[in-house]
């Protein structure tokens, strides 16, 4: 199983900074607000290596800075330091992420990765039709060919159990887990070996989030496509997650394999978060 992501020491920070900014925060502090300068160190030193066919969740509260790590790797925020190494088809010797150019970032973002994010407003087109956001993906692959985009988007859509008939209506008039399918048919449109989620299930019916869960399990096994999975519900991680990150205050206060921190959870933290989804 080869490597797909290699993260090291990731971290972001909000404000002017000062040279106190990671010292004084984090789990031991109880805040991620310097206390000095009042700049909010969203992520602080995250690390973590992410294998094919893997989904790594990453756990914890809002505030937690689990959404900022998946943001930088999308290229959405740019990390205040640390580095991510990308090892794809075309670049098995590794591509440091922060170090290329914007139009070798949005060429990554576009082809190699796909984001889903809780908010659909951020990851569809709602001025153009569900079917119009998936070719949009395809056209800046360089996929011109209109019947070629027009059946590629109907096989996402139906695999993403969205009717084909509703393929020409505009995001607006589905539901809130119909525009999530649309938003995965559109991030699996290049067949990226790296899906990132951020808190996909969030405000679904429970029924809806049961269906967006299975479609994301079929998928990892259809395809083996790796994944991060960031969430702070509990039962998504023990459904998706091989390996999971718990974060607090920015900081990663315990990672290991899935089913053992939910069920010899070693952080007070972590048992208290355990302990509240029993």
Request: include cysteine.
């Amino acid at each position: 199983m080869h490597k797909v992501l290699e993260v090291r020491d990731l971290s972001k920070r909000y404000g002017v900074g000062c040279d106190q900014c990671f010292d004084l925060t984090g789990p031991e502090h109880e805040t991620n607000v310097c206390p000095r300068c009042g700049s909010v160190v969203a992520a602080s030193n995250v690390s973590f290596d992410l294998y094919a066919g893997e989904i790594l969740g990453i756990m914890g509260e809002s505030g937690s800075g689990k959404s900022t790590a998946v943001k930088c790797l999308n290229f959405d925020e740019v990390p205040s330091s640390g580095s991510a190494t990308y090892y794809g088809v075309e670049s098995p010797t590794g591509l440091s992420m922060f170090e290329l150019n914007r139009a070798q970032q949005r060429y990554l973002a576009t082809q190699q990765f796909g984001m889903v994010y809780q908010n659909p407003h951020l990851g569809l087109n709602f001025e153009i039709s569900a079917g119009g956001n998936i070719a949009e993906r395809l056209l800046v692959s360089g996929n011109y060919n209109y019947s070629a985009i027009r059946n590629r988007a109907i096989d996402l859509l139906r695999r993403t159990e969205v009717l084909p008939e509703r393929m020409d209506e505009l995001p607006k008039n589905f539901s809130g887990g119909m525009q999530q399918r649309v938003q995965i048919a559109k991030a699996l449109a290049t067949n990226p070996p790296l899906l990132l989620l951020d808190e996909v299930t969030t405000g679904l019916d429970l029924s809806v989030q049961a269906a967006i869960l299975d479609l994301i399990l079929e998928i990892q096994q259809q395809s083996k496509t790796a994944m991060i999975v960031v969430t702070h519900d509990l039962g998504v991680i023990r459904l998706l997650a091989d390996r999971t990150l718990v974060m607090k205050y920015g900081h990663v206060i315990e990672s290991g394999l899935t089913d053992q921190i939910l069920e010899d959870p070693q952080q007070p933290y972590t048992q208290r978060l355990v302990a509240s989804a029993l």
